[in-house]
């Protein structure tokens, strides 16, 4: 499959790819820090150097676009698929890769977009694309609806796929009609409306299975196909679950993990943070310290965040836009003015925080005495 379909992969690659030129042809226009993820809400709320932004992102991509063709191209059952389906999952990473990049450079330069609708919208036509496609789609193992009774019987699998492809379309048009909803109330109607698109067409089949059953109707895959299918796809489905493993153990070191060090020189304090960028202030340039027990963090602009640390530049209706690295459970900071800008730094403790604040007071007034 991947033989005969070599142009149309080398195509989609560089297709992938071809953001990266983007980003070199306007690389000193480019901000050293680039926005890459936005929240439900339109805010951005988490950044990444320029380099990753151009380079990494498109090849991250690359990756999983690979990642994907090899092992539906391993699949024996898609020798035969429909050849518009196979098209479908060729360019459906270049456009994300498309989509993504745009938005970032987008929002690098200057332009002021709805990040939240252009997201719905994106989301909504993926669906209606991929549901005008689940139709078209043969019985395999790696494209469409793969549960148990599909799987096991070929007309189950037509008619799920039938049912399902209007089900996506309609789910589709309704996430782009999302857009008019209210920010609060959003998240939610997407949780429900994602496990509808999920549920309905594995309780069709499972009902489809029921009613042949009832029928005296047999499933029409044989037991030694499925077995010879199963040795062929031992090696590859076991590398599939290694990989999501890693990935899901990689996530929860990110998010349950990672430190803020405070280290108090003679002249400076360091703030050395785990998988995010180091900061250096000098005493002599701190223009105020103040200390606060409740403070509110607001939202993130940019930077990084998990249930453990949030970093970055971070705006509240008090202070406008200003930078904070803190433990996100501990809400005790230091306030520090420098040049007119905001840095806030929090310890993983009220009681930490405040010792922070009374040893930067003495090292501060120390520093402006010695002026």
Same mark, same amino acid.
């Given at each position: 499959?991947?033989?005969?379909?070599?142009?149309?992969?080398?195509?989609?690659?560089?297709? &992938?790819?071809?953001?990266?030129?983007?980003? !070199?042809?306007?690389?000193?226009?480019?901000?050293?820090?680039?926005?890459? =993820?936005?929240?439900?809400?339109?805010?951005?709320?988490?950044?990444?150097?320029?380099?990753?932004?151009?380079?990494?992102?498109?090849?991250?991509?690359? #990756? %999983?676009?690979?990642?994907?063709?090899?092992?539906?191209?391993?699949?024996?059952?898609?020798?035969?698929?429909?050849?518009?389906?196979?098209?479908? %999952?060729?360019?459906?990473?270049?456009?994300?890769?498309?989509?993504?990049?745009?938005?970032?450079?987008?929002?690098?330069?200057?332009?002021?977009?709805?990040?939240?609708?252009?997201?719905?919208?994106?989301?909504?036509?993926?669906?209606?694309?991929?549901?005008?496609?689940?139709?078209?789609?043969?019985?395999?193992?790696?494209?469409? &609806?793969?549960?148990?009774?599909?799987?096991?019987?070929?007309?189950?699998?037509? #008619?799920? =796929?039938?049912?399902?492809?209007?089900?996506?379309?309609?789910?589709?048009?309704?996430?782009?009609?999302? &857009?008019? !909803?209210?920010?609060? &109330?959003?998240?939610?109607?997407?949780?429900?409306?994602?496990?509808?698109?999920?549920?309905?067409?594995?309780?069709?089949?499972?009902?489809?299975?029921?009613?042949?059953?009832?029928?005296?109707?047999?499933?029409?895959?044989?037991?030694? +196909?499925? $077995?010879? /299918?199963?040795?062929?796809?031992?090696?590859?489905?076991?590398?599939?679950?290694?990989?999501?493993?890693?990935?899901?153990?990689?996530?929860?070191?990110?998010?349950?993990?990672?430190?803020?060090?405070?280290?108090?020189?003679?002249?400076?304090?360091?703030?050395?943070?785990? /998988?995010?960028?180091?900061?250096?202030?000098?005493?002599?340039?701190?223009?105020?310290?103040? /200390?606060?027990?409740?403070? +509110?963090?607001?939202?993130?602009?940019?930077?990084?965040?998990?249930?453990?640390?949030?970093?970055?530049?971070? $705006?509240?209706?008090?202070?406008?836009?200003?930078?904070? *690295? #803190? *433990?996100?459970?501990?809400?005790?900071?230091?306030?520090?003015?420098?040049?007119?800008?905001?840095?806030?730094?929090?310890?993983?403790?009220?009681?930490?925080?405040?010792?922070?604040?009374?040893?930067?007071? +003495?090292?501060?007034?120390?520093?402006?005495?010695?002026?």
């Amino acid at each position: 499959m991947m033989r005969n379909n070599k142009w149309k992969l080398i195509a989609s690659s560089i297709a &992938i790819l071809a953001p990266v030129i983007f980003g !070199l042809v306007f690389w000193n226009r480019l901000p050293e820090s680039m926005n890459v =993820h936005w929240g439900m809400n339109g805010e951005a709320d988490g950044s990444a150097s320029k380099a990753f932004a151009v380079f990494f992102i498109p090849c991250m991509l690359l #990756a %999983v676009h690979w990642f994907c063709i090899f092992f539906t191209a391993k699949d024996p059952k898609n020798k035969g698929q429909n050849k518009k389906v196979f098209s479908m %999952v060729l360019w459906i990473t270049p456009m994300i890769s498309a989509f993504s990049s745009g938005l970032i450079y987008s929002m690098a330069l200057g332009v002021d977009l709805r990040m939240e609708s252009l997201m719905l919208v994106m989301m909504g036509s993926m669906f209606v694309l991929i549901g005008n496609y689940l139709p078209k789609c043969r019985q395999n193992h790696t494209i469409g &609806i793969k549960i148990k009774w599909t799987l096991e019987d070929e007309e189950n699998w037509n #008619a799920t =796929h039938r049912m399902a492809g209007w089900v996506w379309v309609i789910g589709g048009l309704l996430l782009c009609f999302c &857009i008019f !909803l209210p920010a609060l &109330i959003l998240p939610w109607v997407l949780i429900v409306l994602m496990a509808v698109l999920a549920l309905i067409p594995t309780l069709y089949s499972y009902r489809f299975y029921k009613k042949q059953r009832k029928a005296g109707k047999t499933p029409t895959a044989s037991t030694e +196909e499925s $077995e010879e /299918y199963t040795k062929k796809m031992r090696v590859p489905s076991i590398a599939v679950l290694i990989f999501v493993v890693l990935m899901l153990i990689g996530s929860a070191v990110i998010c349950f993990t990672g430190n803020i060090e405070m280290i108090k020189g003679e002249d400076a304090l360091t703030v050395k943070a785990s /998988y995010y960028e180091d900061l250096t202030v000098r005493y002599e340039d701190i223009d105020a310290l103040e /200390y606060r027990e409740n403070f +509110e963090f607001g939202s993130r602009a940019y930077g990084f965040g998990t249930p453990r640390l949030s970093m970055g530049t971070f $705006e509240n209706k008090e202070l406008g836009k200003y930078t904070l *690295y #803190a *433990y996100t459970d501990c809400k005790s900071c230091v306030l520090l003015k420098i040049d007119e800008k905001v840095l806030v730094l929090g310890c993983e403790s009220a009681q930490d925080s405040r010792a922070l604040y009374e040893a930067l007071l +003495e090292l501060t007034e120390t520093a402006q005495d010695s002026k």
